[in-house]
């Protein structure tokens, strides 16, 4: 079984930073693609960032320019880091891997999820 556990969360001040981390308990992790979802209340979760075997990223347009995902397979972890952060990326930020090696956001790629960790922006 697939286990991923998110952290890094916390409470911020618009305009500070985080970074939120993520171990995954597989030792094919290298083989898959991973990615950074997140989710605020009353909305449907939302793909923010992946990255592929290769390490060849891609990002939401809302947060181009302020985050950035990266891993490191050596010790199976993900990274997602944030800043310039906005009232607006306050959510439930989850991580998870691919089914496969493909770079992209769409959730229906994703089969292993992470209980995720709150991000919370204040203005």
């Known amino acids: 079984q697939v286990q991923l556990v998110e952290s890094g969360g916390g409470s911020v001040q618009a305009g500070g930073s985080l970074r939120l981390s993520c171990v995954v308990s597989?030792?094919?992790?290298?083989?898959?693609?991973m990615g950074w979802f997140r989710q605020a209340p009353g909305k449907e979760r939302e793909g923010v960032a992946a990255?592929?075997?290769?390490?060849?990223?891609m990002h939401a347009d809302s947060v181009k320019g302020r985050f950035t995902i990266s891993r490191d397979n050596a010790k199976n972890m993900l990274y997602l880091q944030m800043n310039s952060l906005k009232p607006e990326d306050t959510a439930m930020y989850y991580c998870a891997r691919s089914t496969a090696t493909v770079l992209t956001l769409r959730l229906g790629w994703y089969n292993y999820w992470g209980q995720g960790t709150q991000v919370t922006v204040s203005s």
């Open positions: 597989e030792y094919t992790y290298s083989s898959y693609s």
């Open positions: 990255i592929d075997t290769n390490g060849s990223t």
